[in-house]
């Protein structure tokens, strides 16, 4: 499984950190800068075969369309056809279902919705990476401010002095 961009400040809480594992298998890499879809790979990792490995393919691109525009409203088809219930045992809220790994990454992103921590997995708006925002006010926009993990290209920085450039440039016109 390759992890670039990536670095340790990006890791999600541990139910959420096999979804993104999943949205990441498509990714656009720093060198090429060409999409890449890695899915084969992951499958092979994983031993998903035949059904499986469709349900999960197609779970990845309808959750990164739920990561990248923000609406929710996807997932309710999902929750209905993998028979997502919530359940009560020994004194604390489960999740039931019958889809499988597709079933637990789902179970683990309505948690996430629950506890509010689903809104912190972020895809960068530049490179399309999908991190965990781990910073106090949840205010991280890109996948690394600043140039640290292996292979990180630091589209933050990129994108600031894109603007400063783009200031100085406006600033010499008027
Ligand atoms: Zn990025």
Known sequence: MVTRPDSA??????????????????????????????????????RWRGQTARL???????????????????????IARLDLRLAVDDGKLVYRHHGGMAGDLLAAVVGAIGDGSWRRLKACPDCHWVFYDNT??????????????????????????????HRQATAAES
């Open 9 to 46: 400040g990006q890791v999600a809480p541990a139910g959420l950190e096999p979804v993104r594992t999943l949205l990441n298998s498509w990714l656009i890499p720093n060198d090429s800068r060409q999409p890449a879809d890695e899915f084969g790979q992951l499958a092979r990792d994983q």
């Open 56 to 78: 999960m393919r197609e779970l990845r691109d309808d959750l990164r369309q739920v990561v990248e525009t923000g609406d929710t409203s996807d997932l309710n088809d999902w």
């Open 136 to 165: 106090r006010n949840g205010g991280k926009r890109w996948c690394l401010m600043y140039a640290g993990g292996p292979g990180g290209r630091a589209c933050g920085t990129i994108a600031k002095v894109r603007r400063y450039r």
